[in-house]
């Protein structure tokens, strides 16, 4: 079976679990490993019929390709990508969307803790291009830490049509950049908003970055050029969050 359908960690567990249940097939916990932080993901497996194995270090080591397991391993269905059509639908019934946009974020660690902030922040979907970006892998759902099960991820097959499309539907697109002369801080980030991230080494690719309403900056008081995109994205979806909550 491929590496792409096994999750592993206590909270990328305990999440499909929790959220998609009928996605596990089947798991595996550490020989000995009889802790409270395991207590409730063994009893949501037992209520959902999974059946649990126990296994060696070595053996969860290698189903989970030497990721950081913590003990736990799940052999799961892939997890549902959703494409165009139900970003549409889901925007229908969205009073205010708040949306974050990844332009070929390739790095599973960037996306997964993007998806992190995501949750965090309480945006409605990530949208991403369906080529040049890193799928929902195993690290970046144990990166994640349970986000990548609960945030509505959209790949979708055109993204400056994309972003043209969520402008007609009244959605302001900010992108961040480096060089923008705008700072983030002085940017009106309430209402109907999508905010787009560019890739690690490339940034925003110009179409994107032409389909955007405002580019702003995050000021940057030392000696490096630019943020970590997962910081960054961080950074901007909480000043959305202060406006949007003030
Ligand atoms: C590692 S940076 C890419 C750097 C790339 N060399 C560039 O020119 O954009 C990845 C993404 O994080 C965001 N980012 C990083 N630092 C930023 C900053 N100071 N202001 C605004 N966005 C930033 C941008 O969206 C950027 O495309």
């Known amino acids: 079976m491929k590496k792409q359908d096994m999750t592993f960690g206590l909270h990328a567990v305990e999440a499909v679990l929790k959220n998609s249940p009928e996605r596990v097939i089947e798991m595996w916990v550490l020989q000995g490993r009889d802790d409270a932080r395991l207590t409730p993901i063994l009893a949501m497996a037992a209520e959902w019929g999974v059946s649990v194995q126990y296994a060696s270090r070595k053996a969860l080591d290698e189903k989970s390709d030497g990721g950081q397991h913590q003990g736990v391993v799940a052999k799961v269905k892939p997890a549902k990508i959703l494409s ?26 960037n996306l997964g803790a993007c998806l992190r902030n995501a949750d965090a922040a309480g945006v409605h979907g990530v949208i991403v291009p369906k080529d040049n970006s890193v799928g929902l892998t195993p690290v970046v759902s144990k990166v994640a830490c349970g986000a990548a099960e609960v945030v509505p991820l959209y790949q979708v097959t055109n993204l400056a049509r994309t972003m043209r499309s969520l402008q007609e539907k009244g959605i302001w697109i900010i992108g961040a950049a480096g060089e923008a002369d705008c700072e983030l801080y002085q940017a009106s980030l309430t209402g109907p908003l999508a905010i787009a991230m560019g890739a690690e080494g490339k940034g925003l690719r110009r179409l994107s970055r032409e389909s955007c309403d405002t580019l702003v900056s995050i000021p940057m008081a030392g000696s490096v050029s630019s943020l970590n995109v997962s910081v960054a994205t961080g950074v901007c979806l909480f000043e959305a969050v202060r406006q949007r909550l003030a």
């Open 84 to 109: 165009d059509n139900e970003l549409s639908a889901m925007l229908e019934k969205t009073e205010v969307p708040f949306l974050l946009i990844l332009d070929g974020v390739t790095d599973p660690h």
